[in-house]
Each structure stands twice: as structure tokens, then as C-alpha cells.
């Protein structure tokens, strides 16, 4: 079974709107932390925001933020007034703690391209 | 500066021949992994290390193999076993403190089949 599913291959989104990507995760463990990385054609992962499973507050982090939502096992990431720079590959990730917190498990991404 | 450095940045092989992709860092994290990418597939786990001397298989290990006798260097060796090796290949590490730990990245090595 999937642990991370991101249903969104590609999407296509006007500049300096706002954006929402889709994860949801798959895990039987109280206590996780999921993660969204940005990778833009370069090639390199960039970290973007973590969100902890006991953490009450959703986390932002200047324009990204993560829309929590622990019941239904989603983890949305949020962009704010997009910007070209923005276009790139997004991976949504998750460490479960019970299994030693050794690896993330990565979902298969969005294509986010930002038209000016 | 403090990061992960990987190379070559692209690596070619021949049919039969072991390739080794290198990986270094100077962040003194406990915990380096290596992952594979293919187009559409996302980030697929090869194999991971959280102690000197020490590695686990990952989710698709097989026809790879790597070892850990330094804490700064985590290489990994593809094999000729390793029959569709072409892809981006990642490396990371991380400290092994808690859920909370973010992996840090190198910036890959392409490796393709001649």
C-alpha cells in the first residue's frame, strides 16, 4: 500500500495566486512527522516545512504553510501569492517513529508550474 | 561551508561494469541514505546507514551495495546485477534525534547506460 500519495501529477497556476498541493499518508504510528521538499530543475532537494503528529498549530513557514489535517490523513501544502521561482517538483515525505525513524518514505510528486 | 557533496554529477556505465557514486559530508550527522529517482516514480529507498560500520537495506537494494567506514562518507557501488541502473541518484543524511529530523541533500549524480 501507498504510505504517501500525492494525486497531483502537474498543475498549472497564475502568478501571485495562491496554490494547494494534495498528500495524503498512510500510517498506523501516533507519532510521525511529515515533510514537503521542493526540487526544482536543478535537481537538488530543498526542505520547505515539517509538520510533527502532536503538533496542535499548523506549521508555516514565511509564504508555505501545511493544512493539517490529522483525522482525515492529509497534509496539504499551502503557497502563498505564487512567484515564478515557485515552478519546480514537490514531494510530500513522512518518518514513521516506530520503525527507529531511520527513512522518510516519499510520495511521487507534483509538477507545479507557475505562468507569469 | 557545511553540506553533502556527491560525484561525479553524471556517470556513465558500460554493460557489466560496477559503477561507484560518491557521497560526502561535513555536517557530522549520524544517519546517510541514498535514493533513487526515476521519472513519475518520486524517491524510492536504496539503503541507509545510522552508525559507522553499520547499513540497512532500503526499500529496493537489491544489485546495489555501499559501505560506511567513515562517518563523512557513504558511497555506493552499482552493480552489474543492477540490470535498469539508469537514474538520478541522491544522496542524504540526517541527524537521528526525532521525528522532527529534516534530511539534507546532495545534488545528485545522473547515471545512464551506455
Known amino acids: 500500500a501507498q504510505k504517501i500519495t500525492q494525486t497531483q501529477p502537474g498543475m498549472f497556476v497564475q502568478e501571485k495566486e495562491a496554490v494547494t498541493l494534495d498528500c495524503t499518508y498512510d500510517t498506523s504510528d501516533q507519532s510521525y512527522g511529515l515533510f514537503w521538499y521542493k526540487q526544482p530543475s536543478s535537481g537538488e532537494m530543498i526542505f520547505l516545512i515539517y509538520q510533527g503528529s502532536y503538533d496542535e498549530q499548523n506549521a508555516t513557514e514565511g509564504r508555505y504553510s501545511l493544512n493539517f489535517q490529522k483525522a482525515r490523513k492529509s497534509a496539504n501544502l499551502v503557497i502563498s501569492a505564487s512567484q515564478l521561482g515557485d515552478s519546480a517538483m514537490y514531494f510530500c515525505?513522512?518518518?514513521?517513529?516506530?520503525?527507529?525513524?531511520?527513512?522518510?518514505?516519499f510520495g511521487t510528486g507534483t509538477r507545479l508550474t507557475i505562468i507569469p | 561551508d557545511g553540506g553533502i557533496t556527491q560525484s561525479p554529477k553524471y556517470l556513465f556505465r558500460k554493460e557489466g561494469q560496477n559503477v561507484t557514486l560518491s557521497c560526502e559530508q561535513n555536517l557530522n550527522h549520524d544517519a546517510m541514505y541514498w535514493y533513487r529517482q526515476d521519472p513519475g516514480q518520486g524517491l524510492r529507498l536504496i539503503y541507509y546507514s545510522q552508525i559507522v560500520n553499520d547499513f540497512q537495506k532500503g526499500d529496493i537494494a537489491e544489485g546495489y551495495s555501499v559501505s560506511r567506514e567513515k562517518k563523512e562518507s557513504f558511497p555506493l557501488t552499482v552493480t552489474s546485477a543492477q540490470k535498469n541502473p539508469t537514474a538520478f541518484y541522491l544522496c542524504?543524511?540526517?541527524?537521528?534525534?526525532?521525528?522532527?529530523?529534516?534530511?539534507?541533500f546532495g545534488s545528485g549524480t545522473q547515471l545512464s547506460v551506455l
Open positions: 515525505a513522512m518518518r514513521e517513529l516506530s520503525f527507529g525513524n531511520e527513512k522518510l518514505t
Open positions: 542524504a543524511s540526517s541527524m537521528l534525534q526525532g521525528a522532527n529530523e529534516k534530511l539534507f
